[in-house]
């Protein structure tokens, strides 16, 4: 059984930064595909980030790209997520993705396993 569990969330100031982690339980992590999606209200769910660590790629979306990484620790198997210079548009809730079934990585329908998302506030 998979589960994903992810914190760290909370409120922040514009121009801040925050990290979020997500356990991993089960087994979904070593080389595979794994991210963070973030939603809004009114909003489909959008690709963050994505760490394919087989072929040894990461992307970030432009909205948070120079100013976001996107890290694990394989033993703990953790996914973290860092973002600084944070928005006010950065406000949402943000979830981690794991089972990745092949495809287009930003498509957030691809990911099969998912976490209860943790809510990252900015205020202006």
């Known amino acids: 059984q998979v589960k994903l569990e992810e914190s760290g969330g909370g409120s922040v100031q514009a121009g801040g930064s925050l990290r979020i982690s997500c356990a991993v339980f089960?087994?979904?992590?070593?080389?595979?595909?794994i991210g963070w999606f973030r939603e809004t209200p009114g909003k489909e769910r959008e690709y963050v980030a994505v760490r394919y660590d087989g072929p040894g790629e990461t992307w970030y979306a432009d909205f948070v790209k120079g100013r976001s990484t996107i890290s694990r620790d394989n033993a703990k198997k953790t996914l973290f997520l860092e973002i600084s210079s944070l928005k006010h548009e950065d406000t949402a809730v943000y979830y981690c993705a794991a089972g990745f079934s092949g495809g287009q990585w930003y498509e957030s329908g691809l990911y099969h396993y998912w976490g209860q998302g943790t809510q990252v506030t900015v205020s202006s």
């Open positions: 089960g087994s979904v992590f070593g080389s595979e595909c």
